[in-house]
């Protein structure tokens, strides 16, 4: 049995169908994540900014750990899904990368302040949220969600402005709980609720 091979226009159709077939495949519970993250956000930089606001103390600060509580749920998770495609892969390999620069990052701090004497983990808060904005851009140029793509802009743009006050001679604002807060909110839980509002219409 012979069978033909395919044109180069003819692959490039076959891989645009299978990407647009499992993109409508997807629904709403594949979002979920990031509202979980994105809602922790909110509440922590919400009871931080509160607590240090009202105390005086900025050691509130190292309430941001409770960042950690969503992602040790996810090991509950229920069962794994029947069918893994190429993009479910792919996605999972960009948020692995993602995870390792928190880790790598949080690492390399611990070490420099342990080395120093002095404990201040205000630089992860504007790294935090260029690395997870870097990943909602890499998943929505995944799956093809211009929401996801773009709206990370914003976090950048408070990133930014931490990393500005640093090197400024500035430092650890109480501010930057909020600013952290309304990054989550502008690019995890907002194109989230959108696109499942796409999916539940669809």
């Keep these: 049995m012979k069978t033909d091979e395919l044109t180069e226009k003819e692959s490039i159709e076959l891989i645009s169908r299978m990407i647009e077939k499992t993109r409508n495949e997807m629904n709403g519970d594949d979002f979920n994540s990031f509202l979980a993250y994105g809602y922790a956000a909110v509440a922590i930089s919400i009871a931080v900014w509160l607590l240090t606001h009202f105390t005086g103390n900025d050691m509130w600060c190292f309430g941001w750990f409770?960042?950690?509580?969503?992602?040790l749920l996810s090991f509950f998770k229920k069962g794994k899904p029947e069918v893994v495609t190429y993009m479910d892969r792919m996605m999972d390999s960009v948020w692995k990368v993602i995870g390792s620069m928190f880790g790598i990052s949080l690492l390399i701090i611990v070490v420099a302040e342990a080395i120093s004497g002095i404990i201040d983990f205000s630089m992860m808060m504007p790294l935090s949220i260029?690395?997870?904005?870097?990943?909602?851009?890499?998943?929505?140029?995944?799956i093809n969600e211009k929401w996801f793509v773009w709206t990370p802009l914003a976090g950048l743009a408070a990133a930014i402005?931490?990393?500005?006050?640093?090197?400024?001679?500035?430092?650890?604002?109480?501010?930057?709980?909020?600013?952290?807060?309304?990054?989550f909110l502008i690019y995890m839980i907002l194109p989230a609720h959108i696109?499942?509002?796409?999916?539940?219409?669809?």
């Design 195 to 202: 696109v499942r509002h796409k999916i539940s219409r669809s």
């Design 66 to 71: 409770a960042m950690l509580i969503p992602y």
């Design 161 to 183: 402005w931490m990393l500005t006050c640093g090197w400024t001679g500035g430092s650890y604002d109480n501010s930057w709980n909020l600013l952290f807060g309304a990054s």
């Design 130 to 142: 260029i690395y997870a904005g870097i990943g909602t851009s890499i998943t929505g140029l995944i």
